[in-house]
T-cell receptor, first 110, second 115 residues
Framework: SQQGEEDPQALSIQEGENATMNCSYK?????LQWYRQNSGRGLVHLIL?????REKHSGRLRVTLDTSKKSSSLLITASRAADTASYFC??????????FGKGTTLSVSS | NAGVTQTPKFRVLKTGQSMTLLCAQD?????MYWYRQDPGMGLRLIHY???????AKGEVPDGYNVSRLKKQNFLLGLESAAPSQTSVYFC??????????????FGDGTRLSIL
C-alpha cells in the first residue's frame, strides 16, 4: 500500500523556472526521502530529511517537512532540461522498509 | 564504480516458464531489496534481505522467491511466470546501519514481459 502520495502527478515548466512537488503521507515516519528517476533508469537518491528536521538543502534542491500536516515538498530552483525526470518520495517508519509514492513527472522545456 | 548491477536487462517469457533475475552489488551493503514498478503504481516491495542467508516478504511477494546465498548477490525467481508479472524489476541495496534510515542504491532495472 502506498504511504506517500505526490502532487501534482505531472508538471511542465520552462527552463529557469522553479518546480515544486508535494508529498503527503498517512502515518508517523522516521524519515522521508526523495528520489529521481530518469527515463529507462533506476532511482537515484536525492535527499533524506529526518522527522526532527524542518528543512534541508542540497545544491538547487530544497526539501521541507511538516510532520503536523504529514507533508513534504521538494523545490528545484532554476530548473534545467536535465531535471526532466520522475520524482518520488519515500517514507520510512522506525525499522521498516521504505514505502514509495507514485511519483511526479517533471518536464522542463528549453 | 559498478554499484548495483542487474542481469538481464530485458527478457520475454511465455506463461508458465521460469527464470531468475540476478542482482549484484559491490558496496558491501547488508540490505538488499527487490521491487517491481508498474505504470501508475510506483514501486512496490517484493522481498528483501537484511543479510546473507536471510530473506523476508514485502508488500507483493506472491509468485516470487528469493535467495541471498552471498552477501553481494540477491536473486529473484519466478517459478511459473504469469502475464500479471509483466513489469520492470528493480534491485536496490543500502548500508548496514539501519535499512530505513539510509539511502537506497538502485540498479537500472530488468524489463520483463510475459506473453
Amino acid at each position: 500500500s502506498q504511504q506517500g502520495e505526490e502532487d501534482p502527478q505531472a508538471l511542465s515548466i520552462q527552463e529557469g523556472e522553479n518546480a515544486t512537488m508535494n508529498c503527503s503521507y498517512k502515518t508517523s515516519i522516521n524519515n522521508l526521502q526523495w528520489y529521481r528517476q530518469n527515463s529507462g533508469r533506476g532511482l537515484v537518491h536525492l535527499i533524506l530529511i529526518r522527522s526532527n528536521e524542518r528543512e534541508k538543502h542540497s545544491g538547487r534542491l530544497r526539501v521541507t517537512l511538516d510532520t503536523s500536516k504529514k507533508s513534504s515538498s521538494l523545490l528545484i530552483t532554476a530548473s534545467r532540461a536535465a531535471d526532466t525526470a520522475s520524482y518520488f518520495c519515500a517514507t520510512a517508519g522506525a525499522g521498516t522498509a521504505l514505502i514509495f509514492g507514485k511519483g511526479t513527472t517533471l518536464s522542463v522545456s528549453s | 564504480n559498478a554499484g548495483v548491477t542487474q542481469t538481464p536487462k530485458f527478457r520475454v517469457l511465455k506463461t508458465g516458464q521460469s527464470m531468475t533475475l540476478l542482482c549484484a552489488q559491490d558496496m558491501n551493503h547488508e540490505y538488499m531489496y527487490w521491487y517491481r514498478q508498474d505504470p501508475g503504481m510506483g514501486l512496490r516491495l517484493i522481498h528483501y534481505s537484511v543479510g546473507e542467508g536471510t530473506t523476508a516478504k514485502g508488500e507483493v511477494p506472491d509468485g516470487y522467491n528469493v535467495s541471498r546465498l552471498k552477501k553481494q548477490n540477491f536473486l529473484l525467481g519466478l517459478e511459473s511466470a504469469a502475464p500479471s508479472q509483466t513489469s520492470v524489476y528493480f534491485c536496490a541495496s543500502s548500508s548496514p546501519r539501519s535499512h530505513s534510515n539510509q539511502p537506497q542504491h538502485f540498479g537500472d532495472g530488468t524489463r520483463l514481459s510475459i506473453l
